[in-house]
């Protein structure tokens, strides 16, 4: 298992990504910021992609990146015990 942040910018006004919110949260995930998730996954980074990428516009924006077990935030971020739990990385 690895942790990816997954992160985009969706660009098309008044439509609902209700799909692409559920498929990030069929993920073992902690919700970080606005448009930004880590997740829990025994997948590539490229597989992640693919699966997300059919669920957004082709005028959005997404990136997913491997963490490697070294992060910092600027406070107490709502993911900061979920990142820090010993069996993430």
């Known amino acids: 298992m ?10 098309t006004p008044g439509k609902d990504y209700k799909d ?9 995930y902690c919700h970080a910021l606005k448009s930004a998730f880590f997740v829990d996954s025994a997948q590539t980074a ?10 957004i516009d082709g005028n959005d924006s997404l990136y997913v990146m491997r963490l490697t077990g070294e992060w ?5 971020m709502p993911c900061s015990a979920w990142l820090n739990d010993g069996r993430k990385f």
């Open 46 to 55: 490229q597989q992640i992609r693919d699966t997300l990428m059919k669920l």
């Open 72 to 76: 910092g935030s600027n406070r107490q």
């Open 20 to 28: 692409l919110l559920a498929a990030i949260r069929k993920y073992t």
């Open 2 to 11: 690895a942790i990816y942040i997954v992160t985009y910018d969706l660009n």
